[in-house]
């Protein structure tokens, strides 16, 4: 019964570098989420996903960001040519198919992104 | 403009003392309100969703649309109540989440 998880969980990298986030949803939960979360900031919510599809993509900070999601299961996050304000704890969450109201998001436990 | 707020960025209360953490929202549809939690080392979970009207670890939340308000009230602080809560909105049903800043509650014994 393994929750959502999320590698790596830390991360340091140079500025200019390209990153890639993965996030492991709980088995079944056909709807997944990523988030940001910077020093001092609350959460922002960047992509979701239904099965492989994103509907809406405004969510992403800049054309830098990306998100997949194969086989309606593992997703991953890119970020390219980072930036030090992309530095932030990225979380990822999963959810049952369905009305929000009855699908509570089930939360991994982050990756600290920090671009030096 | 936020579309979720959370006015106090800190709070502090005594053991036993009532608490209310605020929570107001902007949304023009029919709202989805949740109370996010997040303990020291660990995850940010659930805590209450406003359309179960449920009382968990002795917290409630009532949605006033009046006021567009959905303030978490607890009536005694126990110090495990200490952590960092967030008021999130649901838009489109689930597609988009907005959270707030989050407060952070601290419980002095």
């Known amino acids: 019964g393994a929750g959502v998880s999320q590698s790596p969980s830390n991360k340091v990298t140079e500025k200019g570098k390209d990153v890639e986030l993965r996030c492991d949803p709980i088995s079944g939960h056909t709807a997944l989420y990523w988030y940001r979360q910077s020093l001092g900031q609350g959460l922002e919510f960047l992509i979701y996903?239904?099965?492989?599809?994103?509907?809406?993509k405004s969510g992403l900070p800049s054309d830098r960001f990306s998100a997949e999601r194969t086989g309606g299961s593992v997703s991953t996050l890119t970020i390219q040519r980072t930036q030090q304000e992309d530095s932030a704890v990225y979380l990822c969450?999963?959810?049952?198919?369905?009305?929000?109201?009855?699908?509570?998001?089930?939360f991994g436990p982050g990756t600290r992104l920090t671009v030096l | 403009a936020q579309r979720v707020t959370q006015p106090e960025k800190l709070l502090s209360v005594f053991k036993g003392a009532p608490v209310e953490l605020k929570c107001n929202y902007s949304y023009s549809g029919s709202p989805e309100l949740f109370w996010y939690v997040q303990y020291s080392r660990q995850r940010l979970q659930l805590l209450l969703r406003h359309i179960s009207r449920e009382s968990i670890k002795g917290f409630t939340a009532d949605l006033n649309k009046g006021e567009t308000s959905f303030h978490l009230k607890k009536p005694f602080a126990q110090e495990e109540d200490s952590a960092m809560y967030y008021c999130a909105l649901s838009e489109n049903y689930g597609q988009n989440f907005v959270f707030g800043p989050g407060t952070r509650l601290s419980v002095l014994p």
């Open positions: 969450a999963s959810s049952l198919v369905g009305r929000s109201s009855y699908n509570e998001q089930f």
């Open positions: 996903f239904q099965g492989n599809s994103a509907p809406d």
